[in-house]
T-cell receptor, first 116, second 114 residues
Framework: DQQVKQNSPSLSVQEGRISILNCDYT??????FLWYKKYPAEGPTFLIS?????DKNEDGRFTVFLNKSAKHLSLHIVPSQPGDSAVYFC???????????????FGKGTLLTVNP | DSGVTQTPKHLITATGQRVTLRCSPR?????VYWYQQSLDQGLQFLIQ???????AKGNILERFSAQQFPDLHSELNLSSLELGDSALYFC?????????????FGPGTRLTVL
C-alpha cells in the first residue's frame, strides 16, 4: 500500500520557467510533509517542509503548497535552474500506531531535468 | 556534506553471504535511520534507533538486523543475501526521534549481490 505517491516519474522544463512537482497521499494522519532532493551518487538532502496546519511554505525559489482536502501537495520551483536537475522525493511523517515514534514515508521520486 | 558517513561506499558479494554496513551520524544526533532504495523504488524505511534503542521498524526482513552502539554509530547486518537485496542502503540521522525532524542522509552504500 503506497501511502505517498509521485505519479510523474520525470519532468522536463526550460531554464527560467516554473517547475511543479506533485505528490498525493492517502494517510490523513500525516502531519508533516517534506521534500528532499537527490543528486546521483549522493544521499537525499532536505529541501523544504510544511506542517499539516499550513497550506503554504516558501523558501527562496521553492514553495510548497498543501491541499489537505485533496490530500495533495506540490513543490514549485521558480525560476528553475539547470542545477535544480535532480530526483525530488516527497515524504510524509506521522506517529506510529503506538504513539511512540515518527516514521517517514517516501514517494518513489520524480526526476526533474532543467534544460538550459 | 551532510555530516553523516557511511562505509563502505560499494560492496560486491555473493548470494548466501553476510555483510555489515556502517553508519556514523552527525555529531549530536541521537537518532539513526536505515533506508533501502531498490531499482524503481522509493526510499523504503527499514529501521530506526534512538540513543541506542530500537524505536521503529519498517519493511525490514528477518534476515536483516541492526544496532546502535554507545558511541551512537550504527551497523546494519544483512545475512543470507539474495539477488534481490542488491540496492542502495542509506543511513540518516536526526537530533530527535520525530516531529517533522529533518533527517540528514549519508551518501549511501551500494550493495551488489551476484
Amino acid at each position: 500500500d503506497q501511502q505517498v505517491k509521485q505519479n510523474s516519474p520525470s519532468l522536463s522544463v526550460q531554464e527560467g520557467r516554473i517547475s511543479i512537482l506533485n505528490c498525493d497521499y492517502t494517510n490523513s494522519m500525516f502531519d508533516y510533509f517534506l521534500w528532499y532532493k537527490k543528486y546521483p551518487a549522493e544521499g537525499p538532502t532536505f529541501l523544504i517542509s510544511i506542517s499539516s496546519i499550513k497550506d503554504k511554505n516558501e523558501d527562496g525559489r521553492f514553495t510548497v503548497f498543501l491541499n489537505k482536502s485533496a490530500k495533495h501537495l506540490s513543490l514549485h520551483i521558480v525560476p528553475s535552474q539547470p542545477g535544480d536537475s535532480a530526483v525530488y522525493f516527497c515524504a510524509a511523517s506521522a506517529w506510529n500506531s503506538g504513539g511512540s515514534n515518527y516514521k517517514l514515508t517516501f514517494g518513489k521520486g520524480t526526476l526533474l531535468t532543467v534544460n538550459p | 556534506d551532510s555530516g553523516v558517513t557511511q562505509t563502505p561506499k560499494h560492496l560486491i558479494t555473493a548470494t548466501g553471504q553476510r555483510v555489515t554496513l556502517r553508519c556514523s551520524p552527525r555529531s549530536g544526533d541521537l537518532s539513526v535511520y536505515w533506508y533501502q532504495q531498490s531499482l524503481d523504488q522509493g526510499l523504503q524505511f527499514l529501521i530506526q534507533y534512538y540513543n541506542g534503542e530500537e524505536r521503529a521498524k519498517g519493511n525490514i526482513l528477518e534476515r536483516f538486523s541492526a544496532q546502535q552502539f554507545p558511541d551512537l554509530h550504527s551497523e546494519l547486518n544483512l545475512s543470507s543475501l539474495e539477488l534481490g537485496d542488491s540496492a542502495l542502503y542509506f543511513c540518516a540521522s536526526s537530533v530527535f526521534a520525530g516531529g517533522g525532524n529533518e533527517q540528514f542522509f549519508g551518501p549511501g552504500t551500494r550493495l551488489t549481490v551476484l
